[in-house]
């Protein structure tokens, strides 16, 4: 028979608040994702990821100039020692600090392929191999020299540096890219030789600020070059506060070919794109005909960039055909700035130019002491082992008689010439072949050369004056390896003002022209037919709806909406709906209120001149120009409240004014009696007891009255039949014999 099996006791629960428990975990995300992974430290610009890949290089003595080694082995150390992290994570972040185009100042020599602009992915880590930089190599100086401090690694097993020496202003020469929990870090790469010019005059004036300083620091230096178009003052402004963005363009030229064709060469992208998604995003864009000016594009690149692009024509702007592209491609693109960082690898704050520059001398200075504290104990400690090896050789045969004849020799040379513990300690390691007869000389030599180095520390450490004069030596030693005259040091981003185009022609860069045919159905339904179609009998509308109005147009067009609340909605042929169907309803397009309706649709041609009236009979004359808004809400023109409404709209087009309303009655009076506006209720133009105002028209008194009946047919009245019509503005008019019984002329915006 079988043991009983004796269930084992239930452990113990606690009952927590989940929102208690939530909060609790969410902030301990939220700190980790901050401190240790997204916001570099303002000190030495790097995320732990990127110091501790260094710093895991040094240890394997990776400096410049030394041999390879695979990048397998780098990662591995790293992960086990430092980083308990994915080893995938760790060579990414590598590969980004070899990568030239991504990197202004690499941080890592790599060897092998660790990828590309085209955003090929790099050789897996068994087949690359790597060592630091110069860079890296600033970076990392004096962090033997106690120059920083150290904390436990992740195991407590060893340690690993709180932060890097940083010799370097690798935060604003290398930049950083982050996201957390609740905030993120954008900083673009900038000119190292202008950032030290900065920062030595921030030595000089501590009181310096941001806007000073852009006398040296113009702007970003992006490794991939490209052209920045942003104003000075919006530089400026992004500098003083820490945020803003930067509007980077592709650099290009025009090339020549035979017989007067040319082609636009783009020899530099913004920084951070893809070329090859840049490329097939043109392709894109010209299959969907959407690129009118481009002919073609083809990558020609091999060590340097050279996209081509092909106009459609010779005839072609190239400033035009840029400027679509420019609109529609990353060949213009936003670099964002959010100096948002780690101050005193604590606290997150968004600094300025100042205080990022600011932060980092006083960090070079902060390593300045430390190390030379650290050379100061050496030297005293060097020193007091001189002292007692002096003794020694002066008393050489009596030293050698006790550690010959004493047990203990240690004690007893103490006792016997008043030596510290360390400097007995030294006399017993000494070795034999140390006893020559030069040894005193060389002893004394290296004595005074130490105590007159041990007088310049202590003076160093007494003057602060001394110390900001060694830190801007410093500064002035990375400008000199940097300068504007070296290959790495050389600025790559220009700056330039964005060219001045016509909007309109820009606009229309962007369409493929055609002819069309707008349709407009009685309840609203705007759609597309391709050409100029006269015969609309076959066409289809929903159940309940008619047409309404149609008119020819091209895909370029704009077109103007006269809504009856009074406003003008602009809208674009080339986004309407096309093909088969029955459209769409115009309010997807437009911001119109529901209560609203039109009045009359028609293509924007710029400079006529508009009479508009409402329903109560109130009216004026209106540009064409002051009627286009830029928004989906409109632009409102005539100024009406309901019950009262906008009514009729007529192009203007002689010197005569006809108005008819609902009672059947018109009124005929000279058109200089309306006023012209921008905006307003305008002026009575027909007095009414219990009718309103159905239609107004415009016309040469001369020429006659002509209008059009239900059947489309064209009516015509002369200038000896308008007689009894005519009178002037405000008056109530007089029945209208032979007019049309809609009381409409059908005349609308000719």
């Given amino acids: 028979m079988g043991k009983r099996l004796i269930p084992p006791e239930p452990a113990e629960i606690h009952e927590v608040m989940l929102r208690d428990a939530l909060e609790e975990r969410y902030l301990a995300y939220a700190l980790s994702t901050i401190m240790h992974r997204a916001l570099p430290d303002a000190r030495d610009g790097l995320k732990p990821v990127h110091r501790r890949i260094l710093y895991g290089m040094q240890l394997l003595r990776l400096d410049p100039g030394t041999a390879f080694k695979k990048s397998a082995k780098i990662v591995g150390d790293v992960m086990g020692s430092f980083h308990p992290h994915g080893d995938q994570a760790i060579y990414d972040a590598m590969v980004r600090l ?6 202004r100042y690499p941080l890592v020599d790599g060897q092998g392929n660790f990828g590309n602009i085209d955003g090929d992915n790099p050789a897996a880590y068994r087949y690359t191999e790597a060592r630091m930089t110069d860079v890296a190599r600033l970076l990392l100086e004096g962090i033997n020299e106690d120059g920083v401090e150290f904390r436990p690694n992740y195991d407590g097993q060893s340690k690993e540096p709180v932060v890097l020496p940083g010799g370097f202003p690798n935060l604003l020469a290398n930049g ?18 202008e950032l030290c010019d900065a920062a030595l005059h921030l030595i000089e004036k501590p009181d310096a600020k941001s806007k000073a300083l852009l006398k040296w620091v113009k702007g970003p230096d992006f490794p991939t070059g490209g052209i920045i178009i942003d104003s000075k003052d919006s530089l400026a402004e992004a500098y003083m506060t820490g945020r803003g963005s930067f509007r980077t363009r592709a650099k290009w030229n025009q090339e020549e070919g ?3 064709t040319w082609v636009v060469v783009i020899t530099e992208i913004p920084w951070l794109v893809q070329k090859s998604r840049l490329v097939e995003k043109i392709a894109e864009l010209l299959n969907e005909k959407k690129l009118p000016l481009v002919g073609d594009v083809r990558d020609e690149s091999a060590e340097d960039i050279r996209l081509v692009i092909e106009p459609k024509s010779r005839a072609v702007d190239p400033e035009l055909l ?3 592209l420019f609109r529609l491609t990353e060949l213009e693109s936003r670099i964002p700035l959010n100096l948002n960082v780690l101050v005193k690898g604590r606290i997150p704050k968004v600094l300025g130019l100042t205080e990022c520059l600011r932060e980092w001398l006083d960090h070079l200075r902060d390593v300045l002491l430390r190390r030379s504290n650290y050379r100061k104990e050496q030297i005293e400690h060097r020193l007091e082992v001189l002292g007692g090896y002096l003794i020694a050789y002066l008393n050489i045969d009596k030293v050698i008689k006790i550690i010959r004849t004493e047990d203990e020799p240690k004690p007893a040379l103490i006792k016997a010439f008043k030596l510290t513990e360390v400097q007995a300690d030294a006399i017993l390691n000494m070795r034999l072949r140390s006893l020559r007869k030069l040894e005193e000389f060389e002893i004394r030599t290296e004595d005074k050369n130490l105590r007159n180095e041990l007088k310049g520390i202590k003076s160093l450490l007494g003057s602060e004056v001394e110390q900001w004069g060694k830190v801007g030596d410093q500064v002035r030693n990375v400008r000199e390896i940097f300068g504007p005259k070296t290959p790495l040091g050389k600025r790559r981003t220009q700056f330039a003002d964005a060219p001045e185009h016509d909007l309109a022609a820009i606009e229309e860069a962007f369409v493929e022209r055609e002819p069309v045919t707008v349709v407009v159905s009685d309840k609203g339904w705007v759609r597309t037919l391709k050409g100029h179609v006269a015969d609309l009998s076959t066409l289809t509308f929903k159940t309940d709806d008619k047409l309404d109005q149609a008119f020819f147009a091209e895909t370029t067009s704009k077109l103007l909406l006269f809504a009856t609340n009074g406003r003008f909605y602009s809208l674009d042929v080339g986004k309407l709906p096309g093909g088969r169907g029955h459209g769409e309803p115009i309010r997807l397009f437009i911001d119109m209120d529901q209560d609203a309706a039109i009045v009359s649709l028609f293509v924007n041609k710029g400079g006529r001149k508009f009479l508009v ?4 009979g109130q009216g004026f004359i209106v540009n064409e120009d002051d009627c286009v808004g830029n928004t989906r809400k409109g632009k409102q023109v005539l100024n009406v409240e309901m019950p009262n409404e906008a009514r009729a709209i007529a192009t203007v087009m002689g010197d005569s004014v006809a108005v008819i309303g609902t009672n059947h009655k018109m009124v005929i009076f000279p058109i200089d009696q309306v006023p012209e506006m921008a905006r307003g209720r305008g002026v009575r133009l027909q007095k009414y007891t219990s009718a309103a105002l159905s239609d107004v028209t415009t016309f040469d008194l001369k020429a006659g009255l002509t209008w059009k009946d239900s059947s489309g047919r064209d009516q015509s009245l002369t200038l000896k039949e308008l007689a009894d019509w005519r009178g002037n503005r405000a008056d109530a008019g007089r029945l209208a014999h032979g007019l049309p019984k809609s009381n409409k002329f059908l ?4």
């Avoid at 070899?98 to 990197?103: E, P």
């Avoid at 950083?176 to 030789?193: D, R, W």
């Avoid at 009236?613 to 109560?616: L, N, P, Q, V, Y």
């Fill in 98 to 103: 070899a990568q030239d185009f991504s990197s």
């Fill in 176 to 193: 950083a890219q982050g996201i957390a929990v609740g905030m993120a870090t954008s900083i673009p790469p900038h000119n190292v030789a």
């Fill in 258 to 260: 035979a017989r007067g």
């Fill in 322 to 324: 840029m400027e679509s």
């Fill in 613 to 616: 009236a409402s329903h109560d």
């Fill in 747 to 750: 005349r609308g915006v000719e």
